[in-house]
């Protein structure tokens, strides 16, 4: 690298730091921004106003901290696995976003975004979601603000994370399968899109990653950097801070929220574990900072998975919550910047690290969680006695009919299984 | 003349009735691309060649489904501006690309500003780029003088709408709802507020569109602006095996 390059690195990483960024435009660096059509500009604008506005806020804060601490069961819990740590020669920890209410880290966005869109005066949400985790989160929440709640859903999503689908609609949101584009989580958020488009006034958009344009990736950042805030602090009680993090990394929302916290820790190594699919050909996997350049889609410059003509690429994974193009744009800025390492972990690795959480710490993970504890598996073997903590962002309940089409094995049979499924 | 202002000209020359018409590239037929092109630029007063992609978050139902058959068929960006550039003659009325901005940027915009150029393109609509984003694109573009269209809709604050007039080059383009496209605008009466207010402020030939399919849209909206914009309408007179000609005639009748 260019001395100069360097030296711009470590600009950009102390603005970041300091709170300076996303900048005024929306940017992180060269990524983020605001990419919408015209119709949807006062709307974000609005909320861009309303999101600086509110968030410091005292009441505001005290109504989402309480809604955190009783309704969703903040703090989440820090736990030792033992025997895993055992097993992989390090010490290792998981931080338990699968205890919080609905399953998954993605309530605590869509508590604060229910919240937000409420005292911002919308009469109804649309979100998308991918593998239901953040449509049942908004339903949620929805139910719990009093907002009529209507979740886009790939039509591929609907039937892979089925009872997902079947807790929304008890939750009272109306599921509106989309047949369009890939049919899943990209072409979810693309009909959301048009949705809010239509109706920009009293239409909120709560968006389920830290993706999209400004405000989004720096209001979910916000909304989620209670995991790693939390975690920190709890892991100081029992022992020094971690030598690396782990999170997996569809848009980002659980990552950054983990890694926020850590920025500042040097010796703390930050992992992002893409979707790894079936192979690194385009199509075969969702791993967007490995294999992608920056592009703009839903709103946002960031890495983007396209061919040469600019069309977005299909992705593959055998987990919905990773399958798409395209990524949070400070997770590219992190990667530029060289702060946080993005790896990935193939489908069959995902599904071997599930089987071994479940048999040896009797916790089963979502697909999801499974790439990064397989991220984290793979770096343990070669650093020895190191201590890593891991973000256990959900619970794999959503999973089993995905699960299912697999033999119940012993560890390490994920290869097999994905090739006795195909 | 430079290229935005040829574009802005023949829509004054339509005295207040212009039509503008958008096509997918390459739909539904490839092979029939120049042929449906040279029939529409008859009857239009300039065209809209719409680049298709893969995530068309702004169009609806119609145009996803010609930009979708159009992306399996092949048609790109690339292809496009090779097929204008095969073509004998110069366009009869001026032409401009209308896409999202990733294929742009694949392109490069650098490169696609001098071979639009090069091909007689007049300018361009970018659906995704409100104007806080656009320098990039817009200096690439003033070099070759490509008008870079602004769009406005009826959820634009006033003093944005004035902005973005102010900065329309070739014409302002006034979406007629909140909205995507496709479907069937009723015009409201609040319609006419809104397109006088941005008639007051345009400098430069004024066009409605998003939902016109029927002659007494064409001419209750023509009351307010210079022109119309049809697309939708357009591509599913297309897949009825229509004539665009006739289409378009009886439109502007
Ligand atoms: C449990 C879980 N983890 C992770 C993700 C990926 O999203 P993100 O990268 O925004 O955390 C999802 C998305 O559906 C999820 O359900």
Redesign the interface.
Known sequence: MAPDEAAQHETLLQALLNGKLPDAEGRFGPFGGRYVPETLMPAINRLTEGVYRLLPEKAFKNRLGSELRDWVGRPTSLTPAPRLSKEWGAEVWFKREDLAHTGAHKINNAIGQALLAEALGATRIVAETGAGQHGVASAAACARVGLPCVVYMGEIDVARQSPNVDRMERLGATVIPVTSGDCTLRAAIDEAIRDWVSDPIETYYLLGSAVGPHPYPYLVRELQAVIGHEARAQIRKYADLPDAAFACVGGGSNAIGLFYAFLADENVQLFGVEAGGRGETLGDHSATLSAGRPGVLHGAHSMLLYDDDGQIQETHSVSAGLDYPGVGPEHSLLKMIGRVEYVTASDSEALDALAECCALEGILPALETAHAIAGARRWAASNQGTRILIGLSGRGDKDMPILSQYPVGNRRNGEEAVNAAA | MQPHEVLRHALEQANGSALVAFLTAGYPEPERFLQILEEVEGVADAVEIGVP?????????TI?RSS?AA?KKGI???WILDQLAARKTKPAAPILLMS????????GFDKLAARANEVRVSGFIV????Y??SAPLKDCLDTHGLALV????P???SG?LTQ?CKMSQGFVYA?TR???TGGKTELPLELAEYLGTVKAAAQVPVCAGFGVREREQVKLINQYTDGVIVGSALIEALERGESAAAFLKELRL
């Open positions: 992609f893969t995530d068309p978050m702004a169009d609806g139902v996803q979708q992306i790109s960006l690339r999202y901005l990733n294929p742009l940027l694949a392109f659906p995704d780029l409100p806080e984003e602004q769009l406005v809709t959820a634009t604050p944005r973005l979406v909140t909205g995507i």
